[in-house]
């Protein structure tokens, strides 16, 4: 049977590129945190949308599980292959056209996202998707999950920058969504459908992305405050000021800048005292003679007037606004010389962001005083990276055991603000037996109706966003 | 059987919002242009979620079909019904909440257009959705059909104004993803998938729309050049000299011009000489401070140095703007006055709108000499209203006989350059029986499997959007 289909797969993609060794098949098994180890049968890498199809259609016949893959560079296991075939996209890399007048950009599902980004600056366009993997995430898993990163204030998820899709079903046929139309309203939305599916639905092999002007003046400022009341007053200031040239809005407090401080080679403070919380600030436009730097000064001068900003530094080269970017990049990889880290990736309406840290350190306190809570993320967006650093005299291990009464804490707290527990990473298997405690049962069962719609044979990663009990039930 | 889903339905809603009068229920069954005209057996006006969901649920209990309405403008059809009952939205016209801070306004569906942009408006912020009919249209069918109007250039259609919505589905659950999040990804897009349906997947009930920063400064212009390549050219100048700034880039051409100026009280032509094409042109932002005239000023004068631009003025007054707009908003009313008009909205890639017209305009005249096209329309979208009014001395009804043909020109032209045959008013039944022609028939039974699995009596306005017959095939 495995073997019969590894010769399909074989006669459909070539010899090569059908891995069945263990060594070589195991960096595609497991993920960067090891969070979760699967197995699979053999991992192929197609060339081509068709050869992608002949894959498919080989494992829809032979009722063998599938499991696209991109850079593997996802944080909830939407990419682990429990059993089946991995289907890789990393071969179909090719930039298929670029068009700066229509300001579009067509690319197959395995570049990476930097490579996209690179097409677009070599055009004199801009595609906005910045991620801290970009070097090695690519395009279609970045689809597929609806990725975040730090630009969605101004420029959208990649769900608002993509404009067509072509996506292999669960059951070979291909669908040409490619549009490079702004306006098309011919029948149901369903590019929109594939993205951020994790994979689950079909396989995106080939994208048209939307290209904007290049930012031709940029103005980044890191200003310290009290705390998230304060950062969100203060936002409020720069949106009214600032209007479409707020491009970035980041919190960060000083528990996480300190451990970037201590950790990062080179890395130092940008002001002479330390301030309980900061917001990273940039705007940016693509008029070159738009005087952001007035503009920013004039917005810091007035939240320092209303006794919101404490103290502000404003980058003045290149290298300052790169030193002020990498305290809040950094942030996740320096936690890490801290001991182990339970995280959350949550989103609260805008409003409502300073209540929620402020509320949700209070609660993780209640429950273990010595925890050191330390929030940041994409403010503006009302996206809270909410990770806690385990107590200094505590073992990662009993910290760890706590994990899933922190999420409940955490993800009570979210929803009962309106929020997600999941604003950008998605749900994969990390949050598949905790979404049905949070989403609307209505929602969920449409969901399972569509999937079984699309994959009545439930070979197209399995068990990732809808748990096997929902699927039995539907 | 009959009556006793009247019965049902009294229960659900009160007696007197249950209308069967042939009288009463007339409007309701045709739609302005009078082109198709519907039956009913009653009309019910539900004034909430639940009474909705009751209402459905009654019909879907004896098998009836529904047909949602809000303000019944819709120009394909989509609100006629052919039998079965119509549910209206109209009672449901609370503006539930308005958060400045959150820059969002959650509104029930049957809230018209201009009254959502009016309380956005007392709170300080805008809604940019603005359309001909928004006296009367609907947030409901707005969202339904995913409308566009003036302002898609720089905010995107209804769609992107979206953060959330309630669902009655065609059995009566009700869907909660009444979502106020800028960033949520756990599960499936099935805002989207509601979004465009035309109300053949369920009846959006409430809704969160995203508010903008109001514009404090605004500069309109009327430019005359030799024709759409012209146009193209200017268009790219503005993008690149205006960025973010450039909200509106309409496109007339002189023998619509005239039309207006013959026929509108008070029009007149704001230049001295006739040019063969116009462009209309609007910079606008948050940003008080911003001389946007400057920009506007810089960008024409490099057009005219470029040849493009022959003649231009700029509005410096409320009065002048709104006059120039005037030209480009009664163009659609002021045709009547020219017989019968042939019509087509569609979309091509923005980089190759001028081929589009050219072409369009030439293969229409190689089939009928005297006509006399009138394109016009949202020209930074790539979206033209190909509009072809009869020869002066043909009859309205001779020149309606040659409907179908000057479709399948136009559209099949279209077609050739990657564009929608409907770019912004829907399939409904107008363009119904044509879809199959021009989409990806993996889309078509994609389509027909999500509205069995979501509808599966096909009861949700039967027979919009996708034919009998390919429900029939499903």
């Given at each position: 049977m495995s073997a019969a289909l590894i010769a399909a797969l074989r006669a459909a993609v070539g010899e090569r590129h059908v891995w069945t060794d263990p060594d070589q098949i195991a960096p595609h098994l497991r993920e960067d945190r090891r969070r979760w180890t699967g197995e699979a049968i053999a991992v192929v890498h197609p060339g081509s949308t068709e050869e992608v199809a002949a894959c498919v259609r080989a494992c829809a016949e032979a009722g063998v599980a599938m499991v696209p893959q991109g850079g593997n560079t996802g944080l909830v296991g939407g990419g682990v292959p429990r059993g089946g075939v991995v289907i890789t996209t990393g071969r179909m890399n090719r930039i298929r056209s670029v068009d700066p007048l229509n300001a579009t950009i067509t690319v197959e599902s395995g570049c990476t996202l930097a490579s996209v980004q690179e097409a677009a600056a070599e055009a004199g366009r801009l595609f906005p998707l910045s991620l801290a993997s970009e070097g090695t995430c690519q395009i279609g898993g970045n689809l597929s999950t609806n990725a975040g990163g730090t630009g969605v204030l101004h420029y959208g998820n990649t769900?608002?920058?993509?404009?067509?899709?072509?996506?292999?079903?669960?059951?070979?046929?291909?669908?040409?969504?490619?549009?490079?139309?702004?306006?098309?309203?011919?029948?149901?939305?369903?590019?929109?459908?594939?993205?951020?599916?994790?994979?689950?639905?079909?396989?995106?092999?080939?994208?048209?992305?939307?290209?904007?002007?290049?930012?031709?003046?940029?103005?980044?400022?890191?200003?310290?405050?009290?705390?998230?009341?304060?950062?969100?007053?203060?936002?409020?200031?720069?949106?009214?000021?600032?209007?479409?040239?707020?491009?970035?809005?980041?919190y960060l407090e000083r528990f996480g800048v300190e451990m970037v401080l201590a950790h990062l080679p080179g890395a130092r403070d940008p002001m002479t005292e330390a301030h309980p919380a900061y917001c990273l600030i940039e705007l940016s436009s693509p008029d070159p003679d738009a005087d952001l730097e007035a503009r920013m000064e004039n917005a810091l001068a007035e939240a320092?007037?209303?006794?919101?900003?404490?103290?502000?530094?404003?980058g003045r080269s290149e290298a300052q606004n790169a030193?002020?970017?990498?305290?809040?990049?950094?942030?996740?990889?320096?936690?890490?010389?801290?001991?182990?880290?339970?995280?959350?990736?949550?989103?609260?309406?805008?409003?409502?962001?300073?209540?929620?840290?402020?509320?949700?350190?209070?609660?993780?306190?209640?429950?273990?005083?010595?925890?050191?809570?330390?929030?940041?993320?994409?403010?503006?967006?009302?996206?809270?990276?909410?990770?806690?650093?385990?107590?200094v005299d505590m073992s990662d291990a009993e910290f760890l055991s706590h994990y899933p009464r922190f999420n409940r804490i955490v993800h009570d707290l979210v929803a009962s603000m309106g929020g997600s527990i999941s604003a950008e990473h998605g749900i994969g298997l990390a949050k598949r037996d905790e979404l049905p405690r949070y989403k609307d049962p209505v929602a969920l069962a449409l969901m399972a109706s569509l999937k079984s719609a699309i994959d009545p044979q439930n070979l197209m990663n399995p068990g990732k966003v809808l748990a096997p009990a929902t699927e039995g039930t539907r």
């Open positions: 769900r608002e920058l993509c404009l067509g899709v072509e996506v292999v079903l669960p059951d070979g046929r291909i669908l040409n969504e490619l549009s490079a139309l702004r306006k098309d309203n011919t029948g149901y939305d369903l590019r929109d459908l594939f993205i951020g599916a994790e994979g689950t639905l079909g396989i995106i092999t080939t994208a048209v992305l939307k290209l904007f002007p290049k930012p031709a003046t940029k103005v980044t400022a890191f200003a310290g405050c009290a705390g998230p009341e304060a950062a969100l007053a203060i936002f409020d200031i720069l949106r009214a000021r600032a209007g479409d040239s707020l491009t970035a809005f980041e320092i007037e209303s006794g919101l900003v404490a103290d502000a530094v404003i030193a002020l970017w990498s305290l809040r990049e950094n942030m996740s990889e320096m936690q890490k010389h801290y001991g182990a880290s339970i995280k959350h990736d949550v989103a609260v309406p805008v409003a409502r962001v300073a209540e929620f840290i402020t509320t949700g350190v209070g609660l993780c306190r209640d429950y273990m005083p010595p925890v050191r809570p330390c929030p940041f993320g994409h403010f503006g967006d009302g996206n809270i990276h909410f990770n806690l650093t385990r107590p």
